[in-house]
């Protein structure tokens, strides 16, 4: 089984950027869907992005023009990099890993001050 670690989390003000990283145990080349979720404490887990064999990227509403998600094969990891955040954005940020069903990490804290 796949086990996926984030890091790159932490407190950041709003306009600021971070840049979270999820690694893989095995190689990410051949799993289809890998991405992030979030989610907020009483609230459901909210899909944010992801990113298919072939580098096609989605998207959620809410992050389109400001979070960037990315894969790298050789070093079975996936990157978003997240600009001009916005309190709103604070979350623990989990990754994922599609294969026949989502594997998750532990997710990282993101704080955004105001």
């Known amino acids: 089984q796949v086990q996926l670690v984030e890091s790159g989390g932490g407190l950041v003000q709003a306009g600021g950027s971070l840049r979270l990283s999820c690694t893989a145990s095995?190689?990410?080349?051949?799993?289809?869907?890998m991405g992030w979720y979030r989610q907020v404490p009483g609230k459901q887990r909210e899909f944010v992005a992801r990113?298919?064999?072939?580098?096609?990227?989605n998207y959620a509403d809410f992050v389109k023009g400001r979070f960037t998600i990315s894969r790298d094969n050789a070093k079975n990891t996936v990157c978003l990099q997240m600009t001009n955040l916005k309190p709103e954005d604070t979350a623990i940020y989990y990754c994922?890993?599609?294969?026949?069903?989502?594997?998750w990490g532990q997710g990282t804290q993101v704080t955004v001050s105001s």
């Open positions: 994922y890993a599609f294969m026949g069903f989502p594997h």
């Open positions: 095995e190689s990410v080349f051949s799993i289809n869907s």
């Open positions: 990113i298919l064999t072939g580098g096609s990227t």
